[in-house]
């Protein structure tokens, strides 16, 4: 038996859960199951998006243009509205982007009414995110999501800095990969010249907790294909840092679901289709199929089936 983690779904807070979320979701939760069925120890987390510029324009929105009204019927909805105005002015008004960057910072530096803002939009989230995993049957031993990793960033940096791994260019902390020759000519960013940290960072700092924390065989990430460089950059790193880590890492990718015109799947007004919405149309024609099939049955039956 072997100990493997297996990174799969790790949806965005403050926004529903849409039509793309279903493959990792479900690629890694059979992952796990078949694992488990094969006496393995399978450990699965979902690493969701609770860090980031975005939170920035979403405080601004929460502070200056929230319906709490809305927000009690439909929190995602609600969330997803105001992000979507302040993003819009952020793109037109360089004043905006401005002070969403300034709220960012005082979240960051854990300002108590931006933390407070900041752990609501979690909150509400979670339901969501809960509600879908129940429908499908998909259950996490753990959801740690970006934030948990940020006290470890600095240190994680300077140690790259340190081991000689990584290095200063034109302001920012770069790991280049001169002795690879596929990842040459793309070195990975940790540290932005402004001092902010990226997904690199997050995601170097994630290896490390999984593989001292669990000691695992493999880990295991399922995303789509567009994150493949990413990952070989991620792995290549890892490995050089710490060289003396048994784990096999591995990116298990699927392409991406696209509509009738071979463009990523959206609906007319040009939205991503909302998984819940994809789940209530499957309930409800393969309800009209056991319907004409079995017209005897209880309707409360039917609805089970």
Not at 21 to 50: E, K, M, V
Not at 79 to 99: C, F, G, H, Q
Not at 127 to 151: A, C, M, W
Not at 170 to 196: T, W
Request: hydrophobic share 40%.
């Amino acid at each position: 038996p072997r100990t493997v983690v297996v990174d799969f779904s790790s949806p965005n807070v403050a926004k529903p859960m849409h039509v793309g979320h279903i493959r990792s979701t479900i690629l890694g939760d059979c992952l796990a199951r078949l694992l488990r069925l094969l006496g393995h120890r399978a450990i699965t987390d979902n690493h969701i998006g609770d860090w980031g510029t975005q939170f920035g324009k979403l405080i601004v929105g929460w502070k200056s243009d929230l319906d709490r009204a809305a927000l009690a019927r439909d929190p995602i909805g609600e969330m997803e509205r105001i992000y979507k105005k302040v993003n819009a002015a952020s793109e037109a008004d360089p004043a905006v982007l401005e002070l969403a960057r300034q709220e960012l910072v005082k979240l960051q530096a854990g300002d108590d009414v931006n933390l407070g803002i900041w752990r609501e939009m979690i909150a509400l989230s979670q339901v969501q995110f809960e509600t879908i995993y129940q429908r499908l049957g998909v259950k996490f031993d753990h959801t740690y999501g970006e934030s948990f990793y940020n006290p470890f960033l600095a240190d994680l940096v300077a140690e790259l800095l340190q081991k000689g791994i990584a290095r200063e260019s034109e302001g920012a902390i770069v790991v280049f990969f001169d002795d690879h020759q596929k990842l040459k000519s793309h070195p990975a960013l940790v540290r932005k010249s402004d001092g902010g940290f990226n997904y690199a960072t997050t995601d170097l700092a994630t290896l490390q907790y999984r593989v001292q924390t669990w000691n695992p065989h493999k880990i295991v990430y399922v995303t789509d294909g567009r994150q493949q460089l990413h990952f070989e950059q991620i792995f290549t790193a890892f490995c050089k840092w710490h060289p003396e880590a048994r784990a096999q890492l591995a990116h298990v990718w699927f392409g991406s679901i696209l509509g009738e015109d071979g463009r990523p799947f959206k609906t007319r007004s040009g939205e991503t289709v909302k998984l819940a919405d994809l789940l209530d149309e499957a309930e409800e024609r393969a309800l009209q199929v056991v319907s004409a099939k079995s017209p005897d049955l209880p309707e409360a039956e039917k609805k089970e089936i």
